[in-house]
């Protein structure tokens, strides 16, 4: 089977009840993407499917043959972190470390989600552009558990790197 | 996880011909394999439905929306349509799961996503929805996420979805395929079934039958709201929901379409409790009597009682937001 990680090619030969997850750690390893609860609860290992943040424990190796995947280990490197992962350096938007990676590639979805004018449960108005206030940034982030509690300082990171955008 | 055989479907009607008893169609798959792996489900096959062309929301001729069953919960909420007409579609979808989730989540699995109940996740416990006949340990056990309305000695548990109770109160139909080629639209009214006897059986679904579409009427009169009280603030089921969509005209209640989840082992609807309503003025009285028909037959199993109070407070909390009328 061919899959697309990080714009490079890789060839395994996977059953086919591996989950996405496991190809990229247990196969390819490429260890960045966590696994926490493995049912979809935490998002440590939350990953870019075409563009689009996923739960990549629930969803299996085969299903992904011709899509596009990115891991943290596609987002930045060492020496050119990707924006995100510099501004959680900046704000300690971690402790252990373990959630950081789903918490960097969920982020990296969400300012998208919000870009394209998506609206969250939080959102007064459905329409027009989003704002993405610290209760926008929190309920938008919600699928990602971080057991050491560094949100605010996670918050802090990602409204930086939002407001740069904007 | 068991092992399984896996194929990729390029039609629906091939689809459909692979379909059968131990077969699933897997979309998102965040129900399906999430159960998977605690082999509470044990297919022998998984038809891939992901690659169909299912994707599109359209205009329907009576100015209503066809969806089709792939397209995913994230699309669904923010689409153009269903924020400016669907708003309690939108407000339910928003409510459920997480951003990773409803990205993947698709419209037909969602409807057919099974309950959160502790015990049917159990394998090493008896559950007659998992395991007909073995028993039901939450009717005398943990039963605080329970439903309180339509439950049944064999079966207590609520069908967990947020988007279902949106599309009950909207009066979606839901479009069908079967193996032998036949279409059927069924109501969502008729699409979920009681458990009586058969917990196990929860919809009217055939072997085979793959959702293709969900459809919804012309946008109704009023305002619409989705509330969903539960443990936390974001991403957890509700414990009671209220889809509502409310029209009053002249001092008058003229519309009332009422979905509620948390309550049922369906999401539910009650025309009683909508009769209360319309043709009065909105209020005190008009709200209670609604709340009065809904819960008339609601049943607590102990941990649950909470949440027929919970319910009655909802309910009225939505009627007054939506009519404007505090009194
Ligand atoms: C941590 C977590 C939190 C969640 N929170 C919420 C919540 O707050 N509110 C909520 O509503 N939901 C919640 N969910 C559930 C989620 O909404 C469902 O898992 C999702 O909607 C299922 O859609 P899917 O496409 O992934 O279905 P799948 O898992 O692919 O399929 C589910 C079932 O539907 C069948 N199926 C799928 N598509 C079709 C079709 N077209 N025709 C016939 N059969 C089909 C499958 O065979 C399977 O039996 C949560 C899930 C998780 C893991
Ligand atoms: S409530 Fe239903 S799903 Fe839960 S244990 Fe009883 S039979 Fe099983």
Known sequence: MHFTINGQKYEADVDVRTSLLDLLREHLGLTGSKKGCDHGQCGACTVLVNGRRINSCLTLAVMHEDDEVTTIEGLGTPDKLHPLQAAFVKHDGFQCGYCTPGQICSAAGMLDEAKKGWPSHVSERLEGEVELTDAEISERMSGNLCRCSAYPNIVDAIREVAGEDA | ?327
């Not at chain 2, 929306?65 to 153009?80: E, F, Q, T």
């Not at chain 2, 009332?256 to 049922?264: D, E, I, P, T, V």
């Not at chain 2, 539910?268 to 008339?296: H, I, N, Q, S, Y």
């Open chain 2, 1 to 327: 996880m068991k092992t399984f055989d896996y194929a990729r479907a390029d039609s629906p009607e091939a689809a459909t011909r692979e379909g059968g008893e131990k077969v699933r169609f897997i979309a998102g798959g965040t129900n399906l394999l999430d159960l998977m792996k605690l082999q509470v489900e044990t297919p022998e096959k998984l038809i891939d439905i992901t690659r169909l062309d299912l994707n599109e929301v359209e205009d329907t001729d009576e100015g209503g929306l066809r969806i089709g069953a792939l397209v995913p919960n994230a699309d669904l909420a923010a689409h153009p349509r269903v924020v400016k007409d669907y708003e309690v579609l939108s407000r339910a979808l928003l409510a459920g799961a997480s951003g990773q989730l409803r990205n993947k989540a698709s419209t037909g699995g969602n409807l057919l996503q099974r309950t959160r109940c502790y015990y049917f996740y159990d394998t090493a416990v008896a559950c007659n929805k998992r395991e007909p006949g073995s028993g039901c340990p939450a009717r005398d056990g943990f039963n605080r996420i329970h439903a309180v309305l339509g439950t049944s000695d064999k079966c207590i548990a609520t069908h967990p979805g947020d988007m279902p109770v949106a599309m009950r109160a909207l009066d979606a139909v839901i479009v069908t395929l079967k193996p032998d080629g036949d279409k059927r639209r069924i109501s969502i009214h008729d699409f979920y079934r009681l458990p009586g006897d058969t917990p196990e059986i929860e919809t009217v679904l055939e072997s085979g039958e793959l959702i293709t579409h969900v459809e919804l009427p012309a946008p109704p009169k009023g305002k619409q709201t989705y509330r969903k009280v539960r443990d936390r603030a974001s991403y957890a089921f509700a414990l009671v929901s209220v889809a509502a969509i409310v029209a009053v005209e002249d001092g008058k209640i003229t519309n009332a379409q009422l979905g509620f989840g948390g309550l049922g082992p369906m999401p539910w609807r009650d025309a009683t409790a909508e009769e209360m309503l319309v043709g009065k003025a909105p209020g005190k009285a008009a709200f209670e009597a609604a709340a009065d028909a809904l819960l008339a037959d609601a049943q607590g199993f102990g941990s649950n009682d909470f949440k027929i109070p919970l319910a009655r407070r909802t309910l009225i909390a939505v009627l007054r937001e939506l009519t404007g009328v505090t009194a």
